[in-house]
């Protein structure tokens, strides 16, 4: 940890990040940085070069690679077309679908109005007579009926009924 | 001639307009430097080797994203460093994977074979372990610090370029690379010391 310490340690590393003009003035006036320095720059030279030869290959290595490419995109270019051409296709005929199918359904025809005669006339006035001669109107008639088997009037109630069984003999 | 031939690329590739055999050039003209990143990054040369095969692919698929901002070479190096951290992270999964038991593949860590540097055999192995001392050190690094390591030193990119290669401000880059030679140092000073 003593190493992180060194203030010359900055200035040797700022020379080799970037230019620093201070950290140039700094090497030319401090031998030990210098060779410091030298030293390191050298090392990440050599490893530079070690890398650039290691990864370097004969030229078939590179037509090969290069071959790889082209036929890697060709076959992508090639499935993309024929996915784009399968999918044209495809709308295609379901397009065609869509217009037989609202080709061949059947035109709604319009619903046939009810005759309205005189027989419908004389049965809507015997309704209505029938209305009038009953004690509470039909749509009442439930609630009516409710009402009194909620009063407890049960045995009360037979003559209402029988009343309005009267009503329906007459 | 070479600025005109970049150019020229460059104006195809910005028109989305680019046959198959123009790509072609540019397979050419750039994949030497992907691979030596790439390789660089994954001390691996089958998985540099297709992660750069990989890299032309996504770049000619997304073709129309390229809008000339920058130049072919550092749109190539921001598709291969992306690349190479996407594998990064997935070989950490396998790790695990491993670990668990899930998987039966062996971790290959690959021993790289650097070529002797001098004729005097003594001299050679010196350099050479120097050699493996940066490139262990390097690989003691952080993904982001390694990358800047080495587009600064094995591709001799300027900082500015390093900043739009890896989407980040130049003076990020300039401290991390400040970071990444001085760890680097380190373990150089540790390895003679032993």
Not at chain 2, 37 to 65: G, K
Request: charged letters at 25%; one cysteine or more; proline letters at 4%.
């Amino acid at each position: 940890m003593a190493i992180d310490k060194d203030p010359h340690d900055d200035r040797v590393l700022e020379s080799l990040v970037g230019r620093s003009i201070s950290a140039e003035d700094h090497l030319l006036a401090c031998e030990p940085c210098r060779s410091e320095q030298n030293l390191l720059a050298a090392s990440i030279r050599a490893f530079s070069d070690a890398a650039r030869e290691t990864s370097d290959h004969p030229t078939h290595f590179w037509t090969r690679q290069a071959a790889q490419i082209h036929s890697r995109i060709s076959s992508t270019r090639t499935s993309g077309m024929a996915f784009r051409y399968r999918m044209t296709s495809a709308l295609a005929a379901l397009a065609i679908a869509a217009l037989l199918l609202l080709l061949r359904a059947p035109v709604p025809q319009p619903e046939p109005q009810l005759a309205i005669g005189s027989a419908s006339d004389h049965e809507l006035l015997l309704e209505v007579e029938r209305a009038l001669q009953r004690d509470t109107p039909a749509a009442l008639e439930p609630v009516t009926l409710l009402v009194e088997d909620i009063s407890g009037t049960t045995s009360d109630s037979a003559p209402s009924f029988s009343k309005e069984q009267s009503h329906h003999a007459n | 001639m070479e600025n005109v031939l970049n150019d020229a690329i460059r104006t195809a590739l910005t028109s989305n307009a680019v046959s198959i055999a123009e790509f072609d050039e540019v397979v050419r003209r750039h994949q030497k430097r992907v691979y030596r990143v790439l390789f660089v990054l994954l001390r691996d040369p089958d998985e540099a080797d297709s992660l750069t095969q990989e890299c032309f692919l996504r770049a000619y698929q997304n073709i129309d994203r390229f809008r000339g901002e920058c130049s072919v070479q550092t749109w190539l190096l921001r598709i291969a460093v992306n690349l190479a951290k996407d594998h990064e992270r997935n070989r950490k999964f396998s790790f695990w994977k491993r670990f668990l038991g899930f998987s039966n593949e062996e971790m290959h860590a690959r021993a790289i074979e650097f070529p002797a540097p001098g004729p005097n055999p003594e001299q050679s192995l010196i350099e050479r372990a120097q050699v493996q001392a940066v490139w262990d050190a390097v690989h003691e690094l952080s993904p982001q610090q390694r990358t800047i390591f080495t587009l600064r030193f094995v591709e001799e990119l300027e900082l500015s370029e390093i900043a739009v290669v890896l989407g980040l401000q130049t003076g990020s880059v300039k401290a991390q690379l400040f970071r990444s030679v001085h760890m680097v140092r380190r373990k150089l000073k540790e390895q003679q010391w032993r």
